[in-house]
C-alpha cells in the first residue's frame, strides 16, 4: 500500500469517527425531546419518589420501607460507613463500575475509563446510597406514584443486581465510596455509550409507567421532563 491510499484511508476512517460522533450527539439532544407519556393506572398516588442527579450519575430514589418492600433487608445499613439506621430513602443507580468506583465527578475522568465504559469492555454496577431525608431542587424531582406503579419499579431494580448463589445482592469490597452512606453492589448487564447510567433510570420510570424520554443518554433528557 502506497503512502498515498495509507493517508486516505486514516482521513476516511477519521471521517467516519467524527461522523458518528456528530450523529451521536445530535440523536442525544434531539431523542430526550420525545416524550413517552404516563400511563396513569387510576390508582391513588401516595408513594413519594425521587429522581437524583449528581451531575454524572442519576438514581432513582425511593423509601426505605414501607409494606412493599424493605430495602434494608437487601441493601444492609452494616454495609454502609455510618451504620446507621435511620434513614428514611435509598437512592439506587446503575452504571459502568469503573466510572463509579473511579469518576465521581467529571473532573476525576480518566480516558482510559470512558473508553471501556463506551465501547462496552466493563463490568456494571449499582450504586446505594441513603438518606435522611430529600429535597426538592434543580437537582432532585419528586414524583407520587401508585402502589402498583411502585411494584412494577422495584421489580426493574431488583433485576439489574447480580445475586450468588443464595440470591443476596453481591456487595463489592471498596473504598471508592462517596460518603457514610453509600455502597457498591455488582450488577447484570454491560454499560455503553448507547446505554448509559441516564438510560436506564429513564428506562426505569418507562417501568413505572411515568413519563421520560423516548431515550436519552443524559441525566438532561430525564429532568427536561419534570420542569
Known amino acids: 500500500m502506497t503512502v498515498k491510499k495509507m493517508i486516505l484511508l486514516i482521513l476516511k476512517a477519521l471521517g467516519i469517527l467524527v461522523g458518528i460522533i ?16 404516563a400511563k396513569d393506572d387510576g390508582h391513588k398516588k401516595e408513594i413519594p419518589v425521587f429522581i437524583y442527579t449528581n451531575g454524572v450519575h442519576t438514581d432513582i430514589v425511593m423509601p426505605v420501607k414501607n409494606d412493599i418492600q424493605d430495602w434494608s433487608v437487601k441493601i444492609p445499613f452494616t454495609n454502609v460507613k455510618s451504620r446507621k439506621t435511620d434513614y428514611s430513602y435509598v437512592g439506587i443507580g446503575w452504571g459502568d ?38 429535597k426538592e431542587g434543580d437537582d432532585c424531582k419528586m414524583i407520587m406514584i401508585s402502589r402498583n406503579e411502585y411494584k412494577k419499579l ?3 431494580v431488583e433485576k439489574k443486581f447480580d445475586r450468588d ?54 441525566d438532561y433528557g430525564i429532568f427536561l421532563h419534570y420542569k
Open 22 to 37: 456528530i450523529l451521536y450527539a445530535a440523536l442525544g439532544y434531539l431523542l430526550p425531546f420525545i416524550e413517552v407519556p
Open 165 to 218: 448463589a443464595k440470591g443476596h445482592f453481591m456487595l463489592i469490597p471498596t473504598n471508592a465510596v462517596y460518603g457514610d452512606n453509600d455502597a457498591f453492589y455488582d450488577a447484570k448487564g454491560t454499560y455503553s455509550f448507547l446505554y448509559t447510567c441516564n438510560t436506564w433510570t429513564n428506562d426505569a420510570l418507562k417501568a413505572a409507567c411515568q413519563k421520560a424520554a423516548f431515550w436519552t443518554p443524559t
Open 154 to 156: 422495584v421489580e426493574f
Open 97 to 134: 463500575k469503573g466510572f463509579y468506583l473511579d469518576t465521581p465527578t467529571w473532573a476525576d475522568l480518566k480516558f482510559s475509563t470512558a473508553f471501556k465504559a463506551a465501547f462496552w469492555l466493563s463490568k456494571s454496577a449499582m450504586h446505594c446510597t441513603y438518606y435522611r431525608t430529600m
